[in-house]
């Protein structure tokens, strides 16, 4: 049992459970999904600088910081006793392109080629460590949501704007991995 | 301050609960690799179908679900009746969304995804996530100027 848990699991196991934390939490609390939130939270609580937008009782929302720290536990766990143990298994076009990039290590989920404490402080590293995540935090809150809030909550509740902001991320995607990060990986 | 310390207690146990549904989830998000740069990259590409599994299976599960709690007026465990707050229509889910998606396809990894890539031990992510919460606050402070 324990040896087919570590085996990745398929996206018709792992889907449909994802989709089952919406009614958990809304069961568990009336809590709607959502994680980019939590990085807010993390701003009023931290430095909210007198800032309208981070001026509110984030103690209310403290559920939501607890349910990224269980991801994180759940990252620990997840790696470590259901960890697996193969190397990961990936498209060998993917493969063929990464080679040039000189990516080549496929131990972690993170690619360890590029993303290490060393290369966080060249060019390359910087920008996709450093710009990526302050795009990925920026870009959410402008949007008022992330993959959980619009794409699976949002589409949950038929929202229209989060299937507005859905596609818009998945242009954003599509813009950035094939006309523009092929350029950065090559820095 | 006997009834104050009670109340703490039942809010420690109310949030613990929460901690565990992301601990289970975050474990999902690692065996599907949902967490992956490599499986963010074939999204993208089109290479492979598992991501889109993924999200449109839990969008249908989620759907579903929704349906089903409104349809049968069902509480929570609580016995409170069930609200989520409808999604109002802003240009910043198409500025801020294309936005998203160009850190989402660089990172390889939503906020959701960052927090469980740290805990696999990717120390390095924290910087991604702190980048993040800049990236957050900056928008929180710039929000005034920004076209909604």
Partial sequence: ?187 | MGYKKIDLENKAYQNVKYLIVGMLFGIIFVKSEVISWFRIQEMFRLQSFHMYGIIGSAVLVGMISVWLIKRFNIKTIDGEPIHISPKKFNKGQIYGGLIFGFGWAITGACPGPLFAQIGTGATVVTVTLLSAIAGTWFYGYLRERLPH
Wanted: hydrophobic share 50%.
């Fill in chain 1, 1 to 187: 049992m324990l040896e087919l848990l570590k085996q990745p699991w398929p996206w018709y196991i792992a889907g449909p459970l994802i989709g089952l934390t919406v009614p958990a939490l809304l069961l568990l609390g009336n809590k709607s999904f959502g994680i980019s939130s939590s990085l807010r939270h993390i701003c009023a609580a931290c430095v909210p600088a007198k800032i309208p937008f981070f001026q509110y009782n984030w103690k209310k929302e403290m559920w939501n910081l607890f349910f990224v720290a269980g991801i994180l536990l759940g990252g620990i766990v997840g790696a470590g006793i259901l960890g697996n143990p193969n190397a990961i298994v990936v498209t060998p076009a993917l493969m063929e392109e990464l080679v040039d990039y000189g990516i080549t290590n496929y131990n972690n989920l993170v690619p360890e080629d590029i993303m290490n404490w060393q290369s966080l402080f060249t060019v390359k590293g910087f920008l996709l460590m450093a710009v990526g995540g302050f795009l990925v935090g920026f870009g959410t809150r402008y949007a008022g949501g992330c993959t959980s809030g619009h794409a699976i909550m949002g589409l949950s509740n038929l929202q229209w704007p989060s299937l507005v902001a859905t596609i818009c991320f998945m242009i954003g995607g599509f813009i950035m991995a094939n006309l523009i990060l092929p350029y950065i990986l090559l820095l």
